[in-house]
């Protein structure tokens, strides 16, 4: 989720990352703990938000579409979605909050 303010000068993301792909990750760095734990640290931030950047520039977003930040959202179901009713991030009308 992208969230952009005309009182801001940048957009910034939501995301919600992919728990299997996270716990492969950690595995293959030998590191143990849990999905917030992990994404609490700077290499886990900077490697998804490279990524991210990377897939934005790949799409030839304008500069301004693209995050300048990103925030995680590691409260999942065992669906692993992150923006659920019961978390508050959508409404009983599946619309983001």
Known sequence: WVYG????TCVVAVVVPDVEVL???MASKGMT????EVCA??????????D???CCRAAKLRSFEIPKDI???TEVN????????ETDCLTPTMKLR
């Not at 303010?5 to 801001?8: I, K, P, Q, V, Y």
């Not at 065992?78 to 009713?85: A, D, K, L, N």
């Open 5 to 8: 303010n005309s009182f801001e």
């Open 23 to 25: 716990k492969r990750w």
């Open 33 to 36: 703990g849990s999905v917030s």
């Open 41 to 50: 640290l700077p290499e886990v931030k900077a490697m998804i938000f490279d």
């Open 52 to 54: 991210m950047v990377a």
């Open 71 to 73: 925030a995680f959202e």
């Open 78 to 85: 065992e669906q692993g979605q992150g923006f659920t009713i």
